[in-house]
């Protein structure tokens, strides 16, 4: 398996990026992104209740994955409840069927896994496109599977395969802290095996695939992506895109690429209610063994170039108040140097998973710069080559657009480094 090499000689105390190119010799601080957007302020003094930090419950019940179709629960509908899958009624303009991976019968098998397979409904007078549709293999959030599981993403993922015209298959994967690492990117993988194997059946095509994932599960996607590219000779990816993604572990993480720990989000943003130090902190402890923080499959950040070159064009979602920020922005920082294709759009000041909530502004451009998004990593949308960072802060009397391009050296399109791969 690629990415596992001993590190020592890679990573001295402490922790370093790997060939990291900063913008200049001055230490990273992107503290100006953490500072509560008047949007959330708003918001929490009309909730009170959500400035409240939170962690684990103890009597969170663990699910194991592979569990069947739920029925909704009377009341299901709340905006809390449904989490990041809020309902806006894209889940009646596509259907989802429930399909085996594994049944886990076997004694010799692993646990029970199953995917989650929406399509978008379709009509008799629509054209019959020729060939498979693009494929979105999406792996859930909730941090180990200990605040989120797959109900509460449902409506995401009839939501994308609705308004994108895609088939999304959502693999239910096994969940901490009964199934500890790595179980869950096991299977990823046997996910992504089981999709490609079948893609006459599930009417996808094989060279359309974009892996996608939400916090955990975007760490997810992105460790499938480098052991896809370089174990999988005969499976090019399409794209890749990440949301609120958790890239590093704590006992890995750049602090000395800071200006100091206070500038990092780890610190700024320690008492963000929606993921705070403390959740943060009970999900580390769930991980499994210490020595995990350190595998290279949970740091994806820090792998080797000749690995992060092969990556497909790369997509990320990020928020400013969010604990989890710098890891999005450092592996956009790492990919850009390396030429691959990437995209970001970055919500200043608004906390991790805002989305939960439907009434705030963000969580409705979130929802179009997600079906952009997945179009721009199929390369469906017009500009195809984006090193920029958008900036989405919510149109306010006097400014000119919702939309504000940051203009540092950090956006310029990067001298391209020769590769064997077209990008």
Request: proline residues 6%; contains cysteine.
């Amino acid at each position: 398996m690629t990415g596992r090499e001993d590190w020592s000689s890679l990573l001295p105390s402490p922790p370093s990026l790997v060939n990291f190119n900063m913008v200049d010799d001055r230490k990273l601080d992107f503290t100006k992104y953490g500072s509560q957007a008047k949007e959330w302020k708003d918001f929490v003094y009309k909730n009170p209740e959500e400035a409240e930090g939170n962690g684990l419950p103890s009597d969170a019940p663990y699910q194991h994955a592979g569990r069947s179709i739920p029925k909704q629960p009377e009341g299901a509908t709340d905006a809390k409840k449904q989490g990041l899958g809020r309902s806006l009624g894209h889940e009646n303009r596509a259907r989802m069927e429930e399909k085996v991976i594994r049944d886990g019968r076997n004694r010799w098998d692993r646990a029970r896994l199953t995917a989650w397979v929406y399509n978008r409904n379709t009509y008799d007078d629509e054209l019959e496109l020729d060939g498979g549709l693009p494929c979105v293999v999406y792996f859930h959030s909730g941090g180990y599977g200990l605040l989120g599981e797959p109900d509460t993403e449902r409506n995401l993922c009839s939501e994308m395969a609705a308004r994108t015209r895609v088939v999304v298959v959502h693999i239910c994967y096994r969940e901490a802290p009964p199934h500890k690492y790595p179980d869950s990117h096991h299977d990823a993988q046997e996910g992504l095996a089981w999709v490609i194997d079948n893609a006459d059946d599930l009417g996808i095509d094989v060279n359309q695939i974009v892996l996608a994932g939400m916090c955990y599960g975007a760490g997810l996607a992105a460790a499938l992506t480098m052991q896809t590219c370089a174990e999988r000779k005969d499976v090019k990816l399409k794209g890749l895109l990440l949301g609120f993604p958790w890239l590093f572990q704590e006992a890995m993480f750049p602090y000395h690429l800071f200006a100091s720990r206070g500038a990092t989000s780890r610190y700024q943003c320690a008492a963000t209610p929606t993921m705070s130090k403390r959740t943060y902190d009970d999900m580390q402890r769930q991980l499994g063994n210490a020595e995990h923080q350190m595998d290279p499959l949970l740091n994806i950040p820090l792998a080797k170039d000749a690995e992060l070159e092969k990556f497909p064009r790369t997509a990320f979602i990020l928020a400013g108040n969010d604990i989890l920020r710098d890891d999005g922005i450092l592996f956009a920082e790492r990919l850009r140097a390396l030429g691959v294709p990437r995209r970001v759009h970055l919500f200043p000041g608004m906390p991790h998973a805002f989305r939960r909530y439907p009434e705030l502004w963000s969580s409705q451009r979130f929802d179009q710069i997600l079906m952009l998004l997945v179009n721009w990593c199929l390369e469906r949308a017009a500009s195809m080559d984006d090193y920029g960072v958008h900036m989405e802060m919510r149109q306010t009397k006097g400014s000119e657009e919702d939309e504000i391009r940051y203009n540092s050296e950090s956006d310029k399109e990067p001298k391209r480094r020769k590769t064997k791969r077209g990008v």
